[in-house]
């Protein structure tokens, strides 16, 4: 049975628009820290929001101070700005079709994700919860991305074979994740970014037929 692990912020939901101002206000406000919205959505981008953060304190900080007492006050406040957006979350163009099609196809269907507990109602509220066979939210004590913790987790749970099983996402960060079992991946992009990854769509409607 063909399975597939999606990423669910930029990859089934636009989200970024919140959690970019949310990323600016926090860094304003806690550290006098200003910083572009076009420059914080291309760094997220490229990483996890947490090892964005970690990295940016490391570089701007004098040597001694503490980075993680840091980014536990930027999340603090990351997280409230955050939840004010939430309602603002739509599904990407396409994203609903297409996982009700690979349902229909007998695909098994999965979320796995650095949001917090946010996740569940958010699944529920654009009505995609009942789609996925789980959510897997790192609220849950699992190790980040790319570390395999999640997909390791999944793979013995539901007997996943890694070569049926795909893992989809936005981000390097999502096709280091799928290449750290040995599962294949897919890029969700609009541009020619290669990452090592075994296939790339522009479009989530383009999917099925990639599989």
Do not use: C
């Amino acid at each position: 049975m063909t399975s597939i692990v999606w990423d669910f912020d930029g990859t089934l939901a636009n989200s970024y628009p919140g959690m970019v101002i949310a990323v600016q206000q926090s860094l304003k406000d806690n550290f006098q820290i200003e910083l572009s919205k076009d420059t914080i959505y291309k760094d997220i981008k490229d990483t996890s929001i947490r090892q964005y953060i970690t990295d940016l304190f490391s570089e701007k900080r004098e040597s001694g101070e503490n980075v993680d007492r840091d980014v536990k006050i930027f999340y603090h406040d990351y997280k409230l700005l955050e939840k004010q957006y939430q309602n603002k979350i739509r599904l990407i163009p396409h994203a609903l079709n297409t996982l009700k099609l690979l349902n229909e196809q007998g695909v098994q269907q999965f979320v796995v994700t650095h949001r917090d507990e946010s996740i569940y109602e958010l699944t529920k509220s654009l009505e995609i919860e009942d789609i996925f066979t789980e959510v897997v939210s790192v609220e849950k004590d699992f190790k980040r991305k790319p570390d395999s913790n999640m997909l390791d987790y999944l793979i013995k749970k539901y007997s996943l074979n890694t070569s049926d099983l795909w893992v989809i996402g936005d981000r390097k960060i999502d096709i280091d994740f799928g290449k750290s079992v040995g599962a294949n991946t897919m890029l969700l992009a609009e541009n020619n970014s290669d990452f090592g990854q075994d296939e790339t769509v522009t479009d989530l409607s383009q999917i099925p037929g990639k599989l």
